[in-house]
């Protein structure tokens, strides 16, 4: 036997509590004085042949710091009705003027009594608890009781209940019984499956009887799915494919899937894509720009898995480039910055499909992610830096097998229009030109007075009129703007 919880002090007390119940065996009360912050309880367990630690009954106190149970024990047969009574001390109550409380013993009912009707926890469902207490003819030296039968009900039609015998127990002199019924159905959240149980003590007689009172109690399946594994995203041409590893669960009704742009949902709120019984799906009307797939494996009793996620694919570009004034041609290396691609359909009027923004590394690398783009289709590459000319790639390009590799520094025939700046001899390397400031597609007079005014006003930090990446504006940055305006440098695109 042992405590309910942390501090509850159960055993402090311990004692006879003599026959209680007047079924031939002693009985034990136990107190925990410390119960629900000091509030106290006192524990009786019935005695007999096979004595489990199953408490019987228990006598809890209504106020913190009563203490009861602080002090147990037999009363006698106080009122002298052949049972023995019990005394429980409470010496908190009503502020420590403390109380003794008696309470009497009594004979078991004659007829059974139902206690519960549970459901089984952790389980697929299917399955509820009975337990009863026996009829006081089924204890030693009565052996008027045969058996219990079991009974069960629908929910009744009518105020009348249509009872169907389920299985007997036979008596044996316990003071409990319990008994594993497998219910027709379990509850869902669509269908509320209750139903109703008694237990009758039945003798030799036929004609002879005790009936429990009715309870009512519903199994319920505990266990969801596990998490969908293995699940993909892939482009299918225009479209994207769904793929994922079968469930396991035993009682698995189908796979309910979600899209959205956000990166989490709650699937019990959300609008489903579509249910299927099958491991893939083919989303026929993608939505446009970066969003997720979501899918549950859903049992027969509604309970989802936990959610899986997959990011609609992307595909991919391995870009390098270089920016005029960035790269140090001594050391081979450039100054990081952003950079920003787009990718524009192959024949006019050249629309816009995706862009994506990367950091490029000292190498003049980035990676650039688009959810838009598919594998197959003819792309320009556009280039856009916040001080450099526009570039363009020289050809369309395309991606195969979500990725696409472009390196612009190779040569200047890389560029649309032959239209990069060659910025190292050895190895040979080419850069996008510098000095737009204004970014309207030409380096003239008016970039050059931008640049001009804020290296008189010494202007520092990330700006644009810093062309060569040291965060100082100065006549390097005007030097190099000066020479691409003398050139007439602008852009040249398709």
């Known amino acids: 036997m042992t405590g309910e919880g942390a501090n509850n002090v ?121 337990k009863w207490t026996r009829s006081g003819y089924d204890v030693h030296g009565n052996s008027l009781i045969t058996d219990y039968l079991i009974q069960r009900s629908f929910p009744p039609s009518g105020g009348n209940f249509s009872w169907q015998d389920i299985t007997t127990i036979t008596a044996s002199h316990e003071q409990f019984y319990s008994y594993l019924d497998l219910t027709p159905s379990d509850s869902s959240s669509n269908n509320i499956s209750t139903f109703f149980y008694r237990i009758t003590a039945r003798t030799s007689d036929i004609n002879q009887s005790w009936k429990s009172n009715i309870l009512s109690g ?38 309910v899937l979600f899209r959205s742009v956000s990166p989490s949902i ?49 595909v991919t570009l391995n870009l390098t480039m270089l920016i005029q004034g960035f790269y140090n041609s001594t050391a081979n290396i450039m100054i990081q910055d952003t950079a920003r691609v787009y990718l524009r359909t192959g024949t006019a009027p050249y629309a816009i499909v995706d862009s994506a923004k990367a950091q490029l590394s000292n190498a003049g690398v980035g990676v650039f992610s688009f959810a838009n783009a598919v594998n197959g289709v003819n792309y320009y590459l556009q280039l856009k830096h916040r001080n450099s000319i526009e570039t363009w790639s020289k050809t369309v390009q395309t991606f ?41 597609g030409t380096v003239d007079a008016t970039d050059l007075s931008a640049i001009d005014n804020d290296a008189q006003g010494f202007v520092s930090g990330y700006v644009v009129t810093d062309l060569n990446g040291d965060n100082f504006v100065d006549g390097t940055d005007f030097a190099i703007a000066d020479n691409n305006a003398g050139n007439f440098v602008s852009i040249i695109r398709p």
Do not use: C
């Not at 002298?80 to 010496?91: E, F, K, P, T, V």
């Not at 319920?220 to 969908?228: G, S």
């Not at 579509?274 to 720009?289: A, Q």
């Not at 898995?305 to 609609?312: D, I, Y």
């Open 10 to 130: 159960f055993g402090y007390s311990v004692s006879s509590a003599g026959d209680i119940n007047g079924d031939g065996y002693s009985d034990i009360v136990v107190g925990a004085y410390g119960y629900n912050s000091s509030a106290g309880r006192a524990y009786l367990y019935f005695g007999g042949t096979s004595m489990n630690n199953i408490v019987d009954v228990t006598m809890t106190a209504e106020v913190d710091n009563n203490n009861l149970g602080i002090s147990v024990s037999s009363a006698g047969d106080f009122n002298g009705d052949g049972y023995s009574d019990l005394i429980a001390g409470a010496s908190g109550f009503n502020s420590a003027i403390g109380s003794a409380n008696i309470y009497t013993g009594s004979a078991i009912g004659i007829k059974p009594v139902l206690n519960y009707v549970k459901d089984v926890p952790n389980d697929q469902g299917g399955k509820v608890n009975l």
């Open 218 to 255: 519903r199994s319920i399946d505990n266990i969801a799915p596990l998490m969908v594994s293995s699940f993909t995203a892939a482009t299918s041409g225009a479209n994207v494919s769904l793929n994922w590893s079968s469930n396991t669960a035993p009682d698995l009704l189908n796979y």
């Open 266 to 314: 709650d699937p019990y709120s959300a609008t489903p894509l579509t249910n299927v019984t099958e491991t893939t799906y083919l989303d026929t009307s993608p939505l446009t720009g970066a969003y997720y797939y979501f899918i549950v494996a859903q049992d027969i009793h509604g309970n989802y898995s936990p959610v899986a996620v997959t990011q609609r694919p992307v």
């Open 400 to 440: 195969t097998g979500n990725s696409l590799t472009y390196n612009f520094t190779t040569a200047n025939t890389q560029a649309f229009g032959n239209n990069m700046k060659q910025v190292d001899a050895s190895p040979v390397r080419f850069a996008i030109y510098g000095g737009d400031v204004n970014q309207d």
